[in-house]
C-alpha cells in the first residue's frame, strides 16, 4: 500500500513542474537554515562587537584613533550581517566605534576607530 501512494506523489509530481519546483526549493530553503558548518546564518555579534558603537559622520572621529579598514564580506541573511560583520572586526581590533563608509551595494566597509 506504501509503494501505491509513493508511486501516486511521484506521478503527480511529474505530471506538475510548480509542485516539483516547490518541494526543491522548500529543502534547499530548511538545508540554508539548518546551521550546518559552513551554510548562511545571521551574524551574531561578538562580545566585542556588541560594544562597538556606529558613528553617524566623519567629524565625530576627531578624537579617535584610525585602527584601519574594516569589511564585512557576503553572504549575507540578514540585512544587518555586513555591518555585524564589520562590528566583529572593529571589536578584534580593539575599537569601539565604526564609521560605515558602505553598506549597501557589494561588500560592507567601514573604518574602525579607539575612540
Not at 28 to 56: F, H, M, N, Q, Y
Given at each position: 500500500?506504501?509503494?501505491?501512494i509513493q508511486?501516486?506523489?511521484l506521478?503527480?509530481?511529474q505530471?506538475?513542474?510548480?509542485?516539483?519546483?516547490?518541494?526543491?526549493?522548500?529543502?534547499?530553503?530548511?538545508?540554508?537554515?539548518a546551521?550546518?558548518?559552513?551554510?548562511p546564518?545571521?551574524?551574531?555579534?561578538?562580545?566585542?562587537?556588541?560594544?562597538?558603537?556606529?558613528?553617524?559622520t566623519?567629524?565625530?572621529t576627531?578624537?579617535?584613533e584610525?585602527?584601519?579598514?574594516?569589511?564585512?564580506?557576503?553572504?549575507?541573511?540578514?540585512?544587518?550581517?555586513?555591518?555585524?560583520?564589520?562590528?566583529?572586526?572593529t571589536?578584534?581590533?580593539?575599537g569601539?566605534?565604526?564609521l560605515?563608509?558602505?553598506?549597501v551595494?557589494?561588500v560592507?566597509?567601514?573604518?574602525?576607530?579607539?575612540?
Amino acid at each position: 500500500m506504501t509503494g501505491d501512494i509513493q508511486k501516486n506523489n511521484l506521478r503527480q509530481m511529474q505530471r506538475h513542474p510548480a509542485l516539483r519546483f516547490s518541494l526543491v526549493l522548500s529543502m534547499a530553503l530548511l538545508t540554508a537554515c539548518a546551521g550546518t558548518s559552513g551554510g548562511p546564518s545571521a551574524v551574531v555579534l561578538t562580545d566585542a562587537g556588541k560594544a562597538v558603537r556606529i558613528l553617524e559622520t566623519k567629524t565625530e572621529t576627531v578624537s579617535c584613533e584610525s585602527l584601519g579598514e574594516v569589511i564585512g564580506p557576503p553572504p549575507y541573511l540578514l540585512p544587518s550581517d555586513g555591518v555585524n560583520r564589520m562590528k566583529n572586526r572593529t571589536g578584534a581590533k580593539g575599537g569601539n566605534a565604526l564609521l560605515v563608509t558602505n553598506a549597501v551595494i557589494g561588500v560592507a566597509k567601514g573604518v574602525a576607530y579607539r575612540c
